[in-house]
């Protein structure tokens, strides 16, 4: 064993560089770059750096292993090799370790491999230094860490081994990825053929198709006998996931609509609805149905098929269901069989031409609306080849569900919450009941379906309250889009479902600030608004006070997520009351989640139910931020003595007058109102800090320290006194005075103050 300061001729951190959302120039490494284990060039950042020659000595060069030391503490001890493309130059950036290895004495791809190692990761946790929100090491302590060094033939043979397997490794991904297509439609529309099989599938079909006591196996299994006598189960199950994934849904997007999937036979159909149980047991022995004339029960099933909200909701149909079937609700046609009657096909096709009012429906070409307009054919025979039919291919996106839509926002708020400011007890209890709640849906997850087995690595990451102790940003993202697609929501109230989206959302656009906040606040008041005219119902009634403290000021002056979650358990069951029976596109309105469909910098139009002065102060300032006064404060840019006689004027006279002000605002200035509801502008409040940061050699404490207050100062508009900096979220692990030192500690004052000195302006209202 060798220490790995004596193998590596250089293990530093990288060159400290603001990187900036859309600059250009050099790329530069961050802590996203590795995390798949590889060099991801599409995760690299940029800071307008176009002259290289202050970084030269950063720039990676071939062989060079980056790590991950600041990170969740499962990440610690990630590694990615780097091989240089081209003429690029990618400079290594903070946040990320580069060791470079000394080529006489290790190959950086036998220490890449090492590196990978449960010999090498198993030392990681005695060097960790563990923290409120992530965990560290040092160069100092990796230094000292073991690594095995054998003689370089010995590298080069572990080497060829270990790049043999990774092949192997990439050969079967690539395969699955093929076999995906190939077991979708290849057997049931040409058959199954002994000599393009591979070696383990000809094994098995060995087995299974050699004649008992002979040595007799047919070469070739006609495409006519499949799904007949021969039943493929990768088949089956893909179908079967395809028509739930990819089919039209109603309620919102968390139930499949009503389908008929047209089998070869009888066999062909209970073995299609055996396995349907088998993939989804939440829906097993009523959602799925055969219908065949031997069955006594069949002309009942249809009946059943043909109420909308009644099971089942897939019809799987031998010959009974291929005419004179009238069910308007119809959206998705399966065909898992060859049809040679042209004139039979169109009449199958035919059964879901129907238009159907009022049916909310979900997919991939128009998201969520009202009304029928089509309907998605799975044509699994190629049917559509066979009678030469045009088959007019649609490439949609991704349909959140509302039950995707409820687990991502739960996921979000559990992140926010893990903050300093929501440290409290009562914040921590309901951050808890979120993780309960989607840690049982995690594990409620159907094992043996085929869409969760090609995700277990993260279901099994995810499964347990301990994995959410500390979410970072990736897990937040492998949860959002791994997982939350999973999930299911066994509930049947779309519209209490349609409630708690908008509710969570709310307490999103609330935590993070967003403009969205007061479209979801207006959905909210408007919907209150609405109960209230229901008054007449008891359940209603009951529920008055709080009904009507959502459209008082003293719910929105207490803006606080918990009053949020206590109005969405108490009126979440009531919603559906507004729904008269009739699909009316009201309720559709007023539950639309504005977190989802509200696009990146446009606001949303805001409704004024009361006309009090402080709204008016509040929408004046939202719809003039690009103003020039306003545009200042928000910017850190100090104003003229005519700029604030403008908004003096504004909101002194126009709006109201003195007496207003004080009332709403008591001795707030001007300055600092407007960057409070306005908020301050991140980058220029993080340039104010540029020169501290570049000129010194920050420590973890500290550069987590300044981002507090860069956080702080955007969302207060300044630093009232020096004690605020005593108090949380600044008193934790350690106080300003316990980890900055006297030099620091002036020049941090100093920034503190340019910010007092922008916004304080002598005004009447100060």
């Given at each position: 064993?060798?220490?790995?300061?004596?193998?590596?001729?250089?293990?530093?951190?990288?060159?400290?560089?603001?990187?900036?959302?859309?600059?250009?120039?050099?790329?530069?490494?961050?802590?996203?770059?590795?995390?798949?284990?590889?060099?991801?060039?599409?995760?690299?950042?940029?800071?307008?750096v176009?002259?290289?020659?202050?970084?030269?000595?950063?720039?990676?060069?071939?062989?060079d292993?980056?790590?991950?030391?600041?990170?969740?503490e499962?990440?610690?001890?990630?590694t990615?090799?780097?091989?240089?493309?081209?003429?690029?130059?990618?400079?290594?950036?903070?946040?990320?370790?580069?060791?470079?290895?000394?080529?006489?004495?290790?190959?950086?791809?036998?220490?890449?491999?090492?590196?990978?190692?449960?010999?090498?990761?198993?030392?990681?946790?005695?060097?960790?230094?563990?923290?409120?929100?992530?965990?560290?090491?040092?160069?100092?302590?990796?230094?000292?860490?073991?690594?095995?060094?054998?003689?370089?033939?010995?590298?080069?043979?572990?080497?060829d081994?270990?790049?043999?397997?990774?092949?192997?490794?990439?050969?079967?991904?690539?395969?699955?990825?093929?076999?995906?297509?190939?077991?979708?439609?290849?057997?049931?529309?040409?058959?199954?053929?002994?000599?393009?099989?591979?070696?383990?599938?000809?094994?098995?079909?060995?087995e299974?198709?050699?004649?008992?006591?002979?040595?007799?196996?047919?070469?070739?299994?006609?495409?006519?006998?499949?799904n007949?006598i021969?039943?493929?189960?990768?088949?089956?199950?893909?179908?079967?996931?395809?028509?739930?994934?990819r089919?039209?849904?109603?309620?919102?997007?968390?139930?499949?609509?009503?389908?008929?999937?047209?089998?070869?036979?009888?066999?062909?159909?209970?073995?299609?609805?055996?396995?349907?149980?088998?993939?989804?047991?939440?829906?097993?022995?009523?959602?799925?149905?055969?219908?065949?004339?031997?069955?006594d029960?069949?002309?009942?099933?249809?009946?059943?098929?043909?109420?909308?909200?009644?099971?089942?909701?897939?019809?799987?149909?031998?010959d009974?269901m291929?005419?004179?079937?009238?069910?308007?609700?119809?959206?998705?046609?399966?065909?898992?069989?060859?049809?040679?009657?042209?004139?039979?096909?169109?009449?199958?096709?035919?059964?879901?031409?129907?238009?159907?009012?009022n049916?909310?429906?979900?997919d991939?070409?128009?998201?969520?609306?009202?009304d029928?307009?089509?309907?998605?054919?799975?044509?699994?025979?190629?049917?559509?080849?066979?009678?030469?039919?045009?088959?007019?291919?649609?490439?949609?996106?991704?349909i959140?569900?509302?039950?995707?839509?409820?687990?991502?926002?739960?996921?979000?708020?559990?992140?926010?919450?893990?903050?300093?400011?929501?440290?409290?007890?009562k914040?921590?209890?309901?951050?808890?009941?979120?993780?309960?709640?989607?840690?049982?849906?995690i594990?409620?997850?159907?094992?043996?379906?085929?869409?969760?087995?090609?995700?277990?690595?993260?279901?099994?990451?995810?499964?347990?309250?301990?994995?959410?102790?500390y979410?970072?940003?990736?897990?937040?993202?492998?949860?959002?889009?791994?997982i939350?697609?999973?999930?299911?929501?066994?509930?049947?109230?779309?519209?209490?479902k349609?409630?708690?989206?908008?509710?969570?959302?709310?307490?999103?656009?609330?935590?993070?600030?967003?403009?969205?906040?007061?479209?979801?606040?207006?959905?909210?008041?408007?919907?209150?608004?609405?109960?209230?005219?229901?008054?007449?119902?008891?359940?209603?009634?009951?529920?008055?006070?709080?009904?009507?403290?959502?459209?008082?000021?003293?719910?929105?002056?207490?803006?606080?997520?918990?009053?949020?979650?206590?109005?969405?358990?108490?009126l979440?069951?009531?919603?559906?009351?507004?729904?008269?029976?009739?699909?009316?596109?009201?309720?559709?309105?007023?539950?639309?989640?504005?977190?989802?469909?509200?696009?990146?910098?446009?606001?949303?139009?805001?409704?004024?139910?009361?006309?009090?002065?402080?709204?008016?102060?509040?929408?004046?300032?939202?719809?003039?931020?690009?103003?020039?006064?306003?545009?200042?404060?928000?910017?850190?840019?100090?104003?003229?003595?005519?700029?604030?006689?403008?908004?003096?004027?504004?909101?002194?006279?126009?709006?109201?007058?003195?007496?207003?002000?004080?009332?709403?605002?008591?001795d707030?200035?001007?300055?600092?109102?407007?960057?409070?509801?306005?908020?301050?502008?991140k980058?220029?409040?993080?340039?104010a800090?540029?020169?501290?940061?570049?000129?010194?050699?920050?420590?973890?404490?500290?550069?987590?320290?300044?981002?507090?207050?860069?956080?702080?100062?955007?969302?207060?508009?300044?630093?009232?006194?020096?004690?605020?900096?005593?108090?949380?979220?600044f008193?934790?692990?350690?106080?300003?005075?316990?980890?900055?030192?006297?030099?620091?500690?002036?020049?941090?004052?100093?920034?503190?103050?340019?910010?007092?000195?922008?916004?304080?302006?002598?005004?009447?209202?100060?």
């Open positions: 064993m060798a220490i790995l300061g004596e193998v590596f001729s250089i293990i530093r951190n990288g060159a400290s560089i603001k990187q900036i959302d859309g600059a250009n120039g050099f790329p530069i490494t961050r802590i996203e770059t590795i995390s798949n284990r590889v060099i991801d060039r599409n995760r690299l950042g940029y800071a307008n176009f002259d290289i020659t202050e970084y030269e000595s950063y720039v990676l060069q071939s062989g292993i980056l790590m991950s030391h600041i990170n969740s499962k990440h610690l001890g990630k990615a090799l780097y091989i240089k493309k081209g003429n690029e130059k990618i400079i290594h950036g903070m946040n990320l370790l580069m060791l470079r290895a000394n080529s006489e004495v290790i190959l950086p791809l036998y220490a890449k491999y090492f590196f990978d190692s449960n010999l090498f990761l198993k030392q990681i946790p005695n060097i960790t230094k563990k923290s409120v929100n992530q965990a560290s090491f040092t160069v100092t302590a990796l230094k000292k860490l073991e690594i095995k060094i054998p003689q370089m033939v010995e590298q080069k043979r572990i080497i081994i270990m790049s043999r397997l990774d092949n192997i490794i990439q050969y079967r991904k690539d395969q699955l990825e093929k076999l995906d297509l190939f077991v979708k439609s290849k057997f049931v529309s040409e058959g199954i053929d002994y000599d393009q099989l591979s070696d383990d599938d000809k094994k098995r079909y060995e299974d198709f050699t004649e008992d006591g002979t040595n007799d196996m047919p070469e070739y299994i006609a495409e006519g006998l499949i007949k021969v039943f493929n189960r990768g088949t089956v199950d893909r179908c079967i996931t395809d028509l739930m994934e089919g039209i849904k109603i309620n919102g997007g968390d139930k499949l609509g009503k389908s008929i999937i047209f089998a070869a036979t009888k066999e062909h159909a209970r073995y299609i609805v055996e396995r349907f149980d088998k993939l989804y047991p939440q829906y097993a022995g009523h959602f799925a149905s055969v219908v065949v004339c031997e069955d029960y069949a002309q009942s099933i249809i009946d059943d098929f043909k109420v909308p909200d009644k099971n089942p909701f897939i019809a799987v149909s031998v009974m291929d005419t004179g079937i009238d069910v308007p609700e119809l959206v998705n046609l399966v065909f898992f069989k060859k049809v040679h009657s042209k004139t039979k096909f169109w009449q199958m096709i035919g059964r879901g031409t129907r238009l159907c009012e049916l909310n429906c979900v991939s070409r128009n998201g969520e609306y009202e029928k307009k089509y309907f998605f054919i799975f044509d699994y025979g190629q049917n559509f080849e066979f009678f030469r039919a045009k088959k007019n291919g649609v490439e949609g996106n991704k959140i569900s509302l039950t995707e839509s409820i687990f991502i926002k739960q996921i979000t708020l559990i992140k926010a919450m893990q903050e300093p400011v929501f440290g409290e007890e914040y921590q209890a309901f951050r808890n009941e979120l993780i309960d709640i989607v840690v049982r849906q594990l409620a997850l159907n094992k043996q379906s085929v869409v969760v087995r090609l995700k277990r690595r993260y279901v099994e990451a995810y499964n347990s309250k301990e994995a959410f102790q979410l970072s940003s990736e897990a937040v993202g492998e949860l959002c889009k791994e939350a697609p999973l999930v299911y929501n066994e509930e049947q109230d779309e519209y209490a349609r409630f708690d989206n908008l509710m969570y959302g709310l307490m999103i656009a609330f935590i993070e600030k967003r403009s969205s906040f007061n479209a979801c606040k207006n959905q909210l008041t408007k919907t209150a608004e609405m109960l209230e005219g229901k008054s007449g119902i008891p359940q209603v009634k009951n529920k008055l006070p709080e009904i009507k403290l959502i459209q008082s000021d003293e719910y929105w002056k207490a803006n606080d997520i918990l009053l949020f979650e206590n109005t969405r358990k108490e979440r069951d009531l919603i559906q009351l507004l729904y008269d029976g009739r699909k009316t596109k009201i309720i559709k309105t007023v539950l639309t989640d504005p977190i989802v469909e509200t696009k990146e910098g446009e606001v949303l139009p805001i409704v004024q139910d009361f006309e009090n002065y402080k709204k008016k102060v509040n929408r004046y300032i939202e719809e003039n931020k690009d103003s020039l006064a306003i545009f200042k404060l928000t910017h850190n840019k100090p104003i003229t003595d005519a700029e604030l006689h403008g908004l003096q004027n504004v909101f002194l006279k126009q709006l109201g007058n003195e007496a207003d002000y004080k009332r709403e605002f008591k707030t200035p001007i300055g600092i109102l407007v960057r409070n509801i306005a908020g301050m502008d980058e220029s409040v993080r340039d800090f540029t020169s501290f940061i570049n000129s010194q050699k920050l420590n973890q404490n500290q550069i987590v320290f300044v981002e507090k207050l860069i956080d702080y100062v955007c969302a207060n508009g300044y630093v009232k006194t020096d004690e605020v900096l005593e108090k949380a979220p008193d934790k692990p350690k106080t300003i005075y316990n980890i900055f030192e006297g030099p620091q500690l002036d020049e941090i004052f100093d920034i503190i103050d340019t910010f007092k000195k922008t916004a304080m302006v002598e005004d009447i209202a100060g």
